[in-house]
T-cell receptor, first 117, second 113 residues
Framework: GAVVSQHPSWVICKSGTSVKIECRSL??????MFWYRQFPKQSLMLMAT?????????EQGVEKDKFLINHASLTLSTLTVTSAHPEDSSFYICSAPWGGPGTGELFFGEGSRLTVL | SQKIEQNSEALNIQEGKTATLTCNYTNYSPAYLQWYRQDPGRGPVFLLLIRENEKEKRKERLKVTFDTTLKQSLFHITASQPADSATYLC????????????FGPGTRLSVLP
């Protein structure tokens, strides 16, 4: 099946620094990718939809200036957490749809665990 | 308001029995519904997709039903095994385009040997 790779798997940073997380579709092209955040024992919360060649679409309540999304190519989307604070510590996961609309599934990356000290 | 509920936060069953997980939704009209498995610290893995015009879908020991009148999906694992222990998430298609899905809170299934 299709593979989505996410990097880094985990990152620890100091408060106030910025962290970049990459999401790559390894064997298929993805014009759309999705970014989620998941707190312990909670479900995935969609943060934004990343669109290749255009601006990302953010969910209500998600600060677009804090969570910068860039979809530079058909296989790469990046999420940058700017000026990170301890409350941004979470598990961030990306996904990409494979196949046409309604024909297949979302392939997920392995997730990136961010800890902000 | 829109809501997705999964029957219980945790479910324990004995090995060999059938596990039944429930997904109920309010104020959605999804054209597609999916079920995913998530292991701790990992990304979700797709299991099954069912369309609004399908009543039932099967894949090996898995079976999914979709009742758009009741606004409910049932997910069954027959002959359950300890390796089936994981969190199971249902996901609804938000825009009827089959790509943008919103997830339920999940049910943590434990299959006891």
């Amino acid at each position: 099946g299709a593979v989505v790779s996410q990097h880094p798997s985990w990152v620890i940073c100091k408060s106030g620094t910025s962290v970049k997380i990459e999401c790559r579709s390894l064997d298929f092209q993805a014009t759309t990718m999705f970014w989620y955040r998941q707190f312990p024992k909670q479900s995935l919360m969609l943060m934004a939809t990343s669109n290749e060649g255009s601006k990302a679409t953010y969910e209500q309540g998600v600060e677009k200036d804090k969570f910068l999304i860039n979809h530079a190519s058909l296989t790469l989307s990046t999420l940058t957490v700017t000026s990170a604070h301890p409350e941004d510590s979470s598990f961030y996961i990306c996904s990409a749809p494979w196949g046409g609309p309604g024909t297949g599934e979302l392939f997920f990356g392995e997730g990136s665990r961010l800890t902000v000290l | 308001s829109q809501k997705i509920e999964q029957n219980s936060e945790a479910l324990n069953i004995q090995e060999g029995k059938t596990a039944t997980l429930t997904c109920n939704y309010t104020n959605y009209s999804p054209a597609y519904l999916q079920w995913y498995r998530q292991d701790p610290g990992r990304g979700p893995v797709f299991l099954l997709l069912i369309r609004e015009n399908e009543k039932e879908k099967r894949k090996e020991r898995l079976k999914v039903t979709f009742d758009t009148t009741l606004k409910q999906s049932l997910f069954h694992i027959t002959a359950s095994q300890p390796a089936d222990s994981a969190t199971y998430l249902c996901a609804l298609d938000r825009d009827n385009y089959g790509q943008n899905f919103v997830f339920g809170p999940g049910t943590r299934l434990s299959v006891l040997p």
